[in-house]
C-alpha cells in the first residue's frame, strides 16, 4: 500500500505486463497499430539498462554506475551500459589528439590576443581593418579578433599584468605543448588501433573463424536422417558451417566458443531462427560441430531443411572452445547460446541472408533447462538488442536438478554414477565442492576421475574405468550432502530447480516419454506445474513409452509442425 496515496502498490509482473502493452508501437516506430497485437513492446528490465546507458553518456562514474546498477562486475555492466554510437563518436572526437591541440592553441591564441590588445600602444592595432588595406588577421581556422577592437580577456588578463611575461610564458607553454602533443600522438595512434581491434576481439558473438563442414543436396540430408529421425518433412538441401565466435565463460571471463550454423538452399534472404541445445556430452568431439554422426548434427540439419536457420552451439569447453565445460551452469550456457545467435546472426548477413528476429529454441536432456533459460534471458533480461523470443520446446529435461542429483545419489535413474560424477567435478571446477577427490570418491577411482572428464575421453572410455552405481562410486557422506545440500551447493542448484518458474509471452510445448529412465518424467510435470503457476500458456506432450534418447527422435517431428504453428500465431 503507498502511503501517500493510500492505494495498493503494483506487483512487478503487472507493471511490466501494462508497460510492455503501452510501448509496443514506440518499440516499433514503422509498425501498423492494427498489428499491435502481434508486437513485442519494451520490458522493464531493459528501461533499466537504458537508464544506466544515459548515466554513463552523461559521463557518471563506472563505481556510480557499478552501484546504481548493482552490478559486482564492470564486465556485466558493459551489457547493460551502452552508450550510442553518435555518443562515442563525439567522445573521441573531443579526446582526440587533434582536437586538444586545436583547443589548447584557441586558448593560447585568446591569451595571447588579450595581452595584446591590453597594451596601450598596441589597442590601435586591433582597429586596424577599419579603412585599412591591411587588417590585423587571425590566424587560419580562428575568430577574427573581437569587434575588430579590444579582446574579450579573461578576468585577471588585462589588470596589471606584465605582458610580457605572459607572452614569454605563452611562448613556453606553446614550445612544450607542441613537443607533448607530438610525442603522446605518436603513442596514442598505436594504442588506440590495438584497443579498438581488442574491443572487436572480445565482444560476445563476434565470429573468430568459419569453415565448412557440409554441403548436402535435398536427397542427402534425408539420407543422413534416414533410419534415425523421420525424414519426411526434409524440403531443402543446406549447408552447414563450423563457426568459432567469442563468449564468456561461467567466471564472466572472455573465452571462445564453437556452433554449428546450418542454412538451408532455398533462396530465401529472410530466414527463421532455431536455436538447438544439445543434451549432456562428456567427450567435446561429440557436439554438432565435429561430429557429423551425431544426434545434434542430424537434429540441426533437419531443423535447417526445412526451411531455417539454425544455430546449435557447442556450449562452453565443448567442440572447439576453450577451457572446460561448466556442465549445467547457467551463466555460461545463456552466454555461448545468445552469443551462438549473434554470431549466426553476423555470418549470415555476411552471405547475403538475414535472420528473423523471433528465435525458435529446443534443446533436449542438459538442454531442456537450457532452452527455458535461454528463453528467459531473451524475453526477460534483455540477452540480446536484436533477438526476441518466438517459442519454446524443451524436450526430456531435468527441470528440478536437485531431485535430479538426489536421485542419482539413490542410484534411481540409469548411469547415476557417471551423471553425478560428471556434475560433481564440473561444479567443483566452479564453486570449489570438496577438497581432495578423496573426501568424495572411492578408491582407486578418487586417483582418476577428475582426468576422465577432462573432455578428451568418449563416453565408452569413461564408463569402462568407472561403475555406474554412484553407491560404488562416491562415500557415503558425500552423497549424503547431494540429498541434503546446503551452503553453496544449495545456492547455485536452485536457479536451475526454478528454469521453468517465470511466464512465457509465446507458445511453449514440453516433450517427454513416459518410459525415460534417465530424466523421469515428473521432471516434465515439475515444469508444467510452475509455468501453470505463472500463469502460462503451455502444453505437456507424451511421446510415448521411449528411453531418453527414443524420446528426442520422437518428439522431432513434432516440434518441427509446432514451430510451424507458433510462426504462424506471430
Known sequence: MCTETGRARLSYRRAEEIFEENTRLLANPLASPQNIEELDGWTLHRLRHSALTH?????????????????????????????????????????????????????????????????????????????????????????????????????????????????????????????????????????????????????GGAVVSVEQAADLAVEEVAGELRGKIDSSQVRYGVTAYRVAYRTTDSAGAPTTASQLVVLPKNGARHLSTVSWLHGTTVYRKDVASENPKSNDRLVALLFASTGRAVSAPDYVGLGSGEGFHPYGDPRATVAASVDGLRAARAFAHRNGRELKRKVQVSGFSQGGPATMLVGRALQQEGADRYFRLGALAPVSGPYNLSAFEAAAADDKIAKSGIYLAYFVTAWNKMYGLYTSPGDVFRSPYDSKVEGLFDGHHTAGQIVSELPSASKDLFTEDFLNKIRKPDGVLKDKLRPMDNTCDWRPNVRVEIFHGRGDKDVDFSHAAYCADQLTRNGAARRLTDVGDYDHNGSVRQALPRIVRFFDESAKTD
Open 55 to 203: 548515466d554513463a553518456e552523461g559521463g557518471t562514474s563506472t563505481p556510480m554506475l557499478l552501484a546504481r546498477s548493482r552490478h559486482a562486475s564492470v564486465r556485466f555492466l558493459e551489457r547493460y551500459a551502452r552508450p550510442g554510437v553518435d555518443v562515442v563518436a563525439r567522445h573521441v572526437a573531443e579526446r582526440a589528439p587533434a582536437a586538444r591541440r586545436r583547443r589548447r592553441t584557441s586558448e593560447t591564441y585568446q591569451r595571447v590576443t588579450c595581452s595584446l590588445v591590453s597594451e596601450p600602444g598596441l589597442q590601435s592595432l586591433s582597429r586596424r581593418g577599419q579603412g585599412s588595406r591591411h587588417p590585423l588577421r587571425a590566424p587560419r581556422g580562428f575568430p577574427p579578433f573581437a569587434a575588430r577592437g579590444v579582446a574579450p580577456c579573461p578576468s585577471g588578463a588585462a589588470d596589471g599584468h606584465d605582458p610580457s611575461m605572459t607572452l614569454q610564458r605563452t611562448g613556453i607553454r606553446i614550445v612544450a605543448g607542441a613537443a607533448v602533443l607530438g610525442s603522446v600522438s605518436a603513442l596514442v595512434a598505436p594504442v588506440s588501433a590495438a584497443a579498438g581491434s581488442h574491443s572487436e576481439r572480445t565482444q
